[in-house]
Every structure is written in C-alpha cells, then in structure tokens.
C-alpha cells in the first residue's frame, strides 16, 4: 500500500492534509525518517508548511487549529480523509487511550460505536492513505 503525492485528506478549517512525507509516494508499512518532514525539520510550530505552490498544508497533528476549536474534547472530527471517514485526536472519540497496536498500518481502527476511522496518535505524524 502506498500514498500519494497529493492531499489524503482535509482539516475541519479546509487546510489539505498530507502523510507524513514530502517526497510523494511511500510504503505505508515501511517508516523512513529520511521523508519525514517533521524529523527534517520543515514545518511550523502548526504542523504545516507551504509546499511547491505554495498552498499551506498540514503534515503532522494541526495543533494551531485545534488549540482554537471550540469542541476540543477526545470525540471532536479534526479532519475528513478522502476516503471518507473522519480523523480524531490522540484519543479515541470515549475519551480512552488508544492502545499501542490497535491502530492499523494506515493509521486508523474500528469499534462498533464509531465505525472507522483515523488518528494522529503516533508522534503527531498521519500515516493514513486513500
């Protein structure tokens, strides 16, 4: 499974959302530090950075945005993957911690009361794909 160079999804204030690497393409199942645009140090005390157009997005947690949102309990959507389903915080929407292991290689997991849906629980970083 791969990402793509492009968006995979978009922050509740409309800011496009990236994975974690600047380098376009990458193994979802494979980390490499030598992409991370946050361990290279490339973006903002926000999270983001403006890209090659310069069209400001995000790459790790929005922290700016979320310091600011009215509803910043453990069950507010920060985001919507273009797949479809929504992005939480570092928590799972009950308010529990999310456990080392229950994500998947894409970042997300499943429970009958929520369905599906994605985190940025690991260092801050989105690991999802579309």
């Not at 920060?78 to 290689?105: E, T």
Request: net charge negative; glycine share 12%; aromatic share 10%.
């Amino acid at each position: 499974m791969t990402t793509i160079d492009a968006a995979v999804g978009v922050a509740v204030n409309g800011v496009p959302i990236y994975d974690y690497s600047s380098q376009g393409e990458l193994d979802v199942n494979s980390y490499d530090e030598k992409h991370d645009t946050l361990a290279l140090g490339q973006l903002d005390i926000c999270g983001g950075h403006a890209g090659r157009g310069d069209d400001y997005h995000y790459h790790v947690s929005p922290t700016c945005m979320i310091d600011t949102m009215k509803n910043q309990t453990s069950d507010a959507i920060i985001g919507w993957a273009y797949d479809g389903y929504p992005l939480y915080g570092s928590k799972n929407p009950d308010g529990s911690a999310i456990a080392k292991g229950d994500l998947d290689v894409c970042n997300g997991q499943t429970d009958d009361t929520f369905g599906y849906r994605y985190s940025h629980q690991l260092r801050r970083r989105i690991y999802y794909s579309v």
